[in-house]
């Protein structure tokens, strides 16, 4: 018999001994931190439906990255509101729009932060979907085309990586080809490879002011049941050229990102979404739960599953945490 001879319970009698044979480690490193920018001076505004998020004016926003690269984060990703919106989103490509004022300044200020960008039109139009509307329904190639001149425009303001987050179909391969053509072939493309339409980013949707005026947005992102679709997804993407892949939200998918683990020799990318944020404030708030460490655990859970990068609202608390 095994027992009483195998006893793992020997190598847990003591935090060191558990930190010894650990087998996931959570580093600073693997943490970027997506953060919301808005116009104005000195604006600070919190976003009620995520405790200790705020949205950002840019000088606001600086600060908030210098301290995020003080406390060892490597990189944050950004999100516009701009001033005004229309039908085709056209702040998002304007080179003197909110991300684009906001990429030159955190790279002026924070040069050693890798500056990812989200490349979307969800933000910008007033419609809230993802691309160009007619009749109701979202156009995929003329979303495409202004997506890659959106991503064009966050290169030239000097961001480092791009991250396409729409779901329309071959967007990644128009980006790869604008960018090279305008002399950024070496901006980097992250593909929100397999993005669900998850009820999860309800709180993002506040923040961002991207809420759908009519219907929703399961047409283009991918439906929750489909496990096969998302690594057919994210294959494709990587043909088109995507240096990184991502799957968004990462723990109800943490199978999917495990499967493209095991198939795929890329970085790997996992969206801890607002909601998933905000459920383990909202428990830790009412006493439920300890917020800290459930943060923490879930994070452990998402590289576990396979991610290189985590994107979480928690990362500064969390870096914070790490380096104590």
Same mark, same amino acid.
């Given at each position: 018999?095994?027992? +009483? !001879?195998?006893?793992?319970?020997?190598?847990?009698?003591?935090?060191?001994?558990?930190?010894?044979?650990?087998?996931?480690?959570?580093?600073?490193?693997?943490?970027?931190?997506?953060?919301?920018?808005?116009?104005?001076?000195?604006?600070?505004?919190?976003? $009620?439906?995520? +405790?200790?998020?705020?949205?950002?004016?840019?000088?606001?926003?600086?600060?908030?990255?210098?301290?995020?690269?003080?406390?060892?984060?490597?990189?944050?990703?950004?999100?516009?509101?701009?001033?005004?919106?229309?039908?085709?989103?056209?702040?998002?490509?304007?080179?003197?729009?909110?991300?684009?004022?906001?990429?030159?300044?955190?790279?002026?200020?924070?040069?050693?932060?890798?500056?990812?960008?989200?490349?979307?039109?969800?933000?910008?139009?007033?419609?809230?979907?993802?691309?160009?509307?007619?009749?109701?329904?979202?156009?995929?190639?003329?979303?495409?085309? !202004?997506?890659?001149?959106?991503?064009?425009?966050?290169?030239?303001?000097?961001?480092?990586?791009?991250?396409?987050? %729409?779901?329309?179909?071959? !967007?990644?391969?128009?980006?790869?080809?604008?960018?090279?053509?305008?002399?950024?072939?070496?901006?980097?493309?992250?593909?929100? $490879?397999?993005?669900?339409?998850?009820?999860?980013?309800?709180?993002? !949707?506040?923040?961002?002011?991207?809420?759908?005026?009519?219907?929703?947005?399961?047409?283009?992102?991918?439906? +929750?049941?489909?496990?096969?679709?998302?690594?057919?997804?994210?294959?494709?993407?990587?043909?088109?050229?995507?240096?990184?892949?991502?799957?968004?939200?990462?723990?109800?998918?943490? %199978?999917?990102?495990?499967?493209?683990?095991?198939?795929?020799?890329?970085?790997?990318?996992?969206?801890?979404?607002?909601?998933?944020?905000?459920?383990?404030?909202?428990?830790?708030?009412?006493?439920?739960?300890?917020?800290?460490? $459930?943060?923490?655990?879930?994070?452990?859970?998402?590289?576990?599953?396979?991610?290189?990068?985590?994107?979480?609202?928690?990362?500064?608390?969390?870096?914070?945490?790490?380096?104590?």
């Amino acid at each position: 018999m095994s027992f +009483p !001879r195998t006893r793992q319970r020997r190598l847990r009698r003591s935090e060191t001994l558990r930190a010894m044979v650990r087998e996931t480690r959570l580093s600073r490193d693997d943490l970027i931190l997506p953060l919301f920018v808005v116009p104005g001076s000195g604006v600070r505004e919190p976003v $009620a439906s995520m +405790p200790g998020v705020f949205r950002h004016s840019v000088d606001q926003l600086v600060l908030e990255c210098k301290e995020a690269r003080d406390l060892g984060v490597p990189g944050i990703i950004l999100f516009g509101i701009p001033e005004e919106k229309d039908a085709r989103g056209s702040g998002a490509d304007a080179a003197d729009g909110i991300t684009q004022r906001a990429v030159e300044a955190v790279k002026r200020e924070v040069a050693d932060l890798v500056v990812m960008t989200d490349v979307c039109l969800c933000e910008y139009t007033d419609h809230g979907h993802c691309g160009i509307v007619q009749d109701e329904e979202v156009l995929n190639d003329p979303s495409v085309a !202004r997506l890659a001149e959106t991503a064009l425009s966050h290169a030239r303001a000097g961001a480092d990586v791009v991250a396409p987050s %729409d779901m329309m179909d071959g !967007r990644v391969a128009a980006i790869r080809s604008r960018l090279d053509d305008q002399g950024f072939e070496n901006v980097a493309i992250l593909s929100y $490879a397999a993005k669900f339409a998850s009820a999860y980013y309800g709180p993002f !949707r506040d923040a961002a002011e991207s809420t759908p005026s009519f219907g929703d947005r399961r047409a283009y992102q991918m439906d +929750p049941p489909n496990g096969r679709e998302a690594l057919r997804e994210m294959r494709l993407d990587l043909q088109e050229g995507a240096d990184a892949l991502m799957v968004k939200p990462a723990l109800p998918y943490l %199978d999917i990102l495990a499967a493209a683990a095991r198939e795929f020799d890329v970085p790997l990318a996992a969206y801890h979404v607002s909601g998933e944020y905000a459920m383990i404030h909202a428990a830790a708030e009412r006493g439920w739960i300890d917020g800290e460490r $459930a943060m923490d655990e879930a994070l452990i859970a998402i590289k576990r599953a396979g991610a290189d990068l985590i994107l979480t609202y928690a990362a500064t608390d969390v870096a914070r945490r790490l380096s104590a």
